[in-house]
């Protein structure tokens, strides 16, 4: 298990009913449906998914209505939506005990949101980087829901009332966004407590995964180079392929951390073998230190193929069976919907929306 940190507990009355049930609280995280699945995307968030289910109730959603803050081709859109739920189950998550579903599935997200646009101010969206960087030099002419997309978000989350959110770096702000949201509305309509104060969980290893190309840049779905990542339905042969041509420099392996750091390719595959094989990265450079690449690159391709593997074929396998993901997200999304609908009526109520 990696390092898991949270902010200071403030004291939150939502745990004390999951603590009586032997649990940490409720988690709901998303991903969205765009592009392929690659090696950051597992090792930064859904093999901790799988990871947190002892521990908290869960639900993990294919985000489709964020999908589409920019634009999309609907049948790919449908089958990446598929394809990130087969990922979920592969990977190990229990659709029955856990919840595996899409956001659109469940209207609540969408009419929570537009609550939730009215309680965020635009001076606390004009404050989002991911907006700024996902609508480039244009800003004039990115959706108004991409605009909106950290308000959706908190609705993804509060909507559950959800107490944890396992969460990259680069999603930190939305969920500062999500918190300052919940406070507001808790304030405005002198509903203390309703909303809880959502926890970010943080995990400590190798979260951030680089490119196989370039060491400097996060590894990425939108990469024009296939050789910059690994995809999650790479087959041997393919991540073998791509870790032989992995960027390196001259010298052998690094010999101690500071060196590492220095040196962005290695330090990149350095933290991918220490998230794979569960170990601190201290001890993998240790292991290495000195050594020529080309047998550091043998090993990491060995145990790759060993963890990755089996989660690529699961993958495909379930791909090939549409019926039964397609059934697994409906049953996730019925029992998704008997969660929040309550907690919408709810927040009709206190915002004073007669329910004749
Ligand atoms: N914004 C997240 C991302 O791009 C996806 C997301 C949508 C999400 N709703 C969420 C993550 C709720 C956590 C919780 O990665």
């Given at each position: 298990?990696?390092?898991?940190?949270?902010?200071?507990?403030?004291?939150?009355?939502?745990?004390?009913?999951?603590?009586?049930?032997?649990?940490?609280?409720?988690?709901?995280?998303?991903?969205?449906?765009?592009?392929?699945?690659?090696?950051?995307?597992?090792?930064?968030?859904?093999?901790?998914?799988?990871?947190?289910?002892?521990?908290?109730?869960?639900?993990?959603?294919?985000v489709?209505l964020h999908a589409i803050t920019q634009p999309q081709?609907?049948?790919?859109?449908?089958?990446?939506?598929?394809?990130?739920?087969?990922?979920?189950?592969?990977?190990?998550?229990?659709?029955?005990?856990?919840?595996?579903?899409?956001?659109?599935?469940?209207?609540?997200h969408a009419q929570?949101a537009w609550v939730f646009n009215c309680v965020a101010r635009v001076g606390w969206m004009n404050?989002m980087?991911q907006f700024k960087?996902k609508a480039g030099?244009d800003r004039e002419a990115a959706s108004l829901g991409l605009y909106a997309y950290p308000a959706l978000m908190a609705a993804?989350?509060?909507?559950?009332?959800?107490?944890?959110?396992?969460?990259?770096?680069?999603?930190?702000?939305h969920?500062?966004l999500?918190?300052?949201?919940?406070?507001?509305?808790?304030?405005?309509?002198?509903?203390?407590?309703?909303?809880?104060?959502?926890?970010?969980?943080?995990?400590?290893?190798?979260?951030?995964?680089?490119?196989?190309?370039?060491?400097?840049?996060?590894?990425?779905?939108?990469?024009?180079?296939?050789?910059?990542?690994?995809?999650?339905?790479?087959?041997?042969?393919?991540?073998?392929?791509?870790?032989?041509?992995?960027?390196?420099?001259?010298?052998?392996?690094?010999?101690?951390?500071?060196?590492?750091?220095?040196?962005?390719?290695?330090?990149?595959?350095?933290?991918?073998?220490?998230?794979?094989?569960?170990?601190?990265?201290?001890?993998?450079?240790?292991?290495?230190?000195?050594?020529?690449?080309?047998?550091?690159?043998?090993?990491?391709?060995?145990?790759?193929?060993?963890?990755?593997?089996?989660?690529?074929?699961?993958?495909?396998?379930?791909?090939?069976?549409?019926?039964?993901?397609?059934?697994?997200?409906?049953?996730?999304?019925?029992?998704?919907?008997?969660?929040?609908?309550?907690?919408?009526?709810?927040?009709?109520?206190?915002?004073?929306?007669?329910?004749?």
């Amino acid at each position: 298990m990696p390092d898991v940190t949270t902010t200071a507990a403030a004291p939150n009355p939502h745990l004390a009913a999951y603590a009586a049930r032997g649990l940490k609280g409720r988690i709901l995280s998303g991903v969205q449906p765009t592009g392929n699945l690659h090696l950051g995307n597992y090792l930064g968030a859904i093999r901790n998914f799988a990871r947190l289910q002892d521990d908290y109730e869960c639900l993990y959603c294919v985000v489709d209505l964020h999908a589409i803050t920019q634009p999309q081709d609907p049948a790919q859109l449908a089958a990446q939506t598929r394809e990130i739920a087969a990922a979920f189950l592969a990977a190990g998550i229990d659709a029955k005990k856990q919840i595996i579903f899409a956001q659109s599935l469940v209207p609540a997200h969408a009419q929570l949101a537009w609550v939730f646009n009215c309680v965020a101010r635009v001076g606390w969206m004009n404050r989002m980087t991911q907006f700024k960087e996902k609508a480039g030099k244009d800003r004039e002419a990115a959706s108004l829901g991409l605009y909106a997309y950290p308000a959706l978000m908190a609705a993804d989350i509060l909507i559950y009332k959800a107490t944890h959110v396992p969460v990259g770096e680069d999603q930190k702000q939305h969920l500062e966004l999500t918190r300052d949201i919940a406070i507001k509305f808790n304030n405005d309509f002198k509903a203390p407590d309703f909303f809880p104060i959502t926890e970010p969980l943080i995990f400590g290893a190798a979260t951030r995964v680089m490119s196989l190309r370039d060491g400097t840049k996060k590894m990425s779905k939108s990469d024009p180079s296939e050789f910059s990542r690994i995809n999650l339905t790479d087959d041997a042969d393919a991540i073998a392929g791509k870790i032989r041509r992995a960027k390196t420099d001259p010298h052998p392996m690094p010999d101690t951390a500071a060196d590492a750091e220095k040196r962005p390719d290695a330090d990149n595959l350095l933290g991918i073998y220490a998230a794979l094989a569960d170990q601190e990265k201290d001890a993998v450079i240790a292991a290495f230190a000195g050594k020529q690449f080309s047998e550091f690159k043998g090993a990491l391709t060995e145990i790759a193929v060993a963890k990755l593997g089996p989660i690529g074929g699961e993958m495909q396998r379930l791909m090939k069976d549409p019926g039964h993901v397609d059934a697994v997200l409906r049953d996730g999304g019925e029992r998704a919907r008997a969660m929040a609908e309550p907690i919408l009526a709810e927040v009709y109520r206190t915002v004073g929306f007669l329910r004749p």
